[in-house]
């Protein structure tokens, strides 16, 4: 039996072991050809073989190390122990391919995703781009990392000088909503860019790739180890109007741009709608 928590150094040891192998293995079948292609949501939010076969091995593997420990993933949900977890327990949070639609085109942003979460918190994360091998980690208080390199928020103050990367939805009517913020919010900032894997655009923020992220309709898979990733770089990862970051929104961007940002959404109204 597990008897105590581990630290999280520890957590994110075992999390990047499962998501080097996982992410081996999508690109392993990706090398072979894009198969069992179906959708969910929509007719456009589509889901592979791959995105299944991905997922199992990684449950499988946490099973194994940590038998004791329940997991959410983007495919098969919630499994393990019961929904009410014991103080101290761990849960896993995986999502086996973000980005999906780039991984059915042979676009080189797709990503593992995996994040240890004790007691409603977030305490490690992975994110590894199965494409290319770039891996970004970071534990609570430790620190976010690439490579070695100890990451730090962009330091712009001037939103209309911030390179800002977003997402959209599957839904018809969501995305006209997006649109609509997203034709509201161009004329305030340097430019927009969509990569398409919510994941890697919160690593890349924490970098300083892009100087600011925001998108809504987000699930715990899509940004619990890249928003933690995104927090230990320094930038405020957050909802609006004092909201965790969820499914209404999620907004990263350094205390310099915060406010802004978030201002200019809050008008645009990018947590309403569909």
């Known amino acids: 039996m597990q008897s105590s928590t581990p630290a999280p150094a520890e957590l994110l040891e075992i999390a990047v072991t499962v998501a080097r192998q996982a992410a081996g293995t999508a690109q392993a079948m990706r090398a072979e050809g894009v198969s069992g292609v179906t959708t969910k949501s ?58 999906t639609v780039n991984y059915l085109y042979g676009l080189p942003q797709y990503a593992v995703s995996l994040a240890a979460e004790v007691d409603g918190e977030v305490v490690a994360g992975v994110v590894r781009n199965a494409a290319t091998g770039d891996e970004w980690t970071a534990t609570r208080g430790g620190g976010a990392w690439r490579d070695g390199r100890r990451l730090r928020a962009s330091t712009e103050t001037d939103l209309g000088q911030a390179l800002v990367a977003t997402g959209f939805g599957y839904d018809a009517a969501r995305r006209t909503h997006q649109a609509n913020v997203l034709v509201g919010l161009i004329p305030y900032v340097r430019d927009i860019r969509r990569f398409g894997a919510a994941a890697l655009d919160l690593c890349l923020a924490a970098e300083g790739a892009v100087d600011a992220y925001y998108e809504k309709g987000l699930n715990a898979w899509d940004h619990a180890a890249g928003g933690l990733v995104a927090a230990e770089a320094g930038l405020r990862v957050a909802g609006l109007h004092g909201a965790a970051p969820g499914p209404d929104l999620v907004v990263a961007a350094p205390p310099a741009l915060f406010d802004q940002l978030h201002d200019r959404l809050a008008r645009l109204d990018a947590a309403g709608g569909p």
């Open 42 to 99: 929509t007719a456009t939010d589509v889901v592979t073989a791959a995105d299944r076969a991905v997922e199992r091995q990684a449950v499988a593997e946490l099973r194994r190390l940590r038998p004791d420990d329940t997991v959410l993933g983007e495919e098969y949900g919630d499994s393990g122990a019961g929904a009410t977890a014991a103080p101290g327990a761990v849960r896993w949070i995986l999502d086996p391919i973000d980005g």
